[in-house]
């Protein structure tokens, strides 16, 4: 058996090895395969994060001071919505106040996961269920699963 002492010239992972009974020429792994795990592992680890991070990014909304004197609803304050294509022949939709987005929902609300609405007539609906509780002044203007049940939309 050749030792890491047997070793009479070393050139990179490459060895001259001797044993008494002759000379070797061998691949060192020792060492080596160890980095090289480790550089495994840590690509594999910034991949996962990076993946994570960029997941995180395409489903976050718009985060909103709901205190803001800009959400207080007059009659000069003009509130309407849009419908927005997420992808995948999904909806989701944005709420606007005098053309600013302050509601930027692309998946569909008070529904654990990460998914948007099937049909664009469930997401006209829930999207007029906001604007109309924001005309009506309720801050935040939440809507509970039932509500949009009501509506039409059922969990596929």
């Not at 509601?103 to 049909?119: D, E, S, Y």
Request: hydrophobic share 40%.
């Amino acid at each position: 058996m050749i030792r890491d002492d047997d070793d009479l010239l070393r050139l990179g992972h490459w060895s001259l090895a001797h044993d008494g009974k002759g000379c070797y020429v061998r691949k060192r792994f020792a060492g080596t395969l160890k980095s090289e795990v480790m550089k495994s592992c840590l690509t594999i680890a910034l991949l996962l994060a990076l993946s994570f991070f960029c997941q995180g990014q395409s489903q976050m909304t718009t985060e909103t001071d709901f205190s803001s004197a800009d959400w207080q609803v007059d009659s000069t304050r003009e509130v309407s919505y849009r419908v927005i294509d997420v992808g995948y022949g999904e909806f989701g939709y944005d709420v606007l106040i005098n053309g600013k987005i302050y509601i930027h929902q692309t998946t569909v609300p008070a529904v654990p996961g990460i998914r948007a609405f099937a049909r664009k007539e469930d997401a006209v609906k829930v999207a007029r269920l906001v604007v109309t509780k924001i005309e009506q002044g309720v801050m935040p203007p939440a809507v509970t699963k039932a509500e949009i049940e009501a509506l039409g939309w059922r969990d596929h």
